[in-house]
Nanobody, 122 residues
């Protein structure tokens, strides 16, 4: 079993930055691919970014490419999402998840945190 806890969300102005963290416990984090998803009001949970078990590969949805950076520190059992140049459309609850599969499909993620709210004002 893996438990995940997101932190770092908050209210920022457009153009600002936030760094989300996802601390984990349970199995070693290196056993899983890690992903960040988000869900805005009235919308489906959508893929944001993923990073492979060893951190060698990353994947981003097109709308955050170049603005967001996902990273992981397996020794600290933590995955991060650095978000720069934030836009109002980035407003959502952000969730981190762990998966045995390399995927941007949320149904393939086995474990989830409770989410952290990110609000970007214009």
């Amino acid at each position: 079993q893996v438990r995940l806890l997101e932190s770092g969300g908050g209210l920022v102005q457009a153009g600002g930055s936030l760094r989300l963290s996802c601390a984990t416990s349970g199995r070693t984090l290196g056993a899983y691919h890690l992903g960040w998803f988000r869900q805005a009001p009235g919308k489906e949970r959508e893929f944001v970014a993923a990073i492979s078990r060893n951190g060698a590969y990353t994947d981003y949805r097109s709308s955050v490419q170049g603005r967001f950076t996902i990273s992981r520190d397996n020794a600290k059992n933590t995955v991060y999402l650095q978000m720069n140049s934030l836009k109002p459309e980035d407003t959502a609850v952000y969730y981190c998840g762990a998966s045995n599969s390399w995927s941007r499909t949320y149904s393939l993620y086995n474990y989830w945190g409770q989410g952290t709210q990110v609000t970007v004002s214009s």
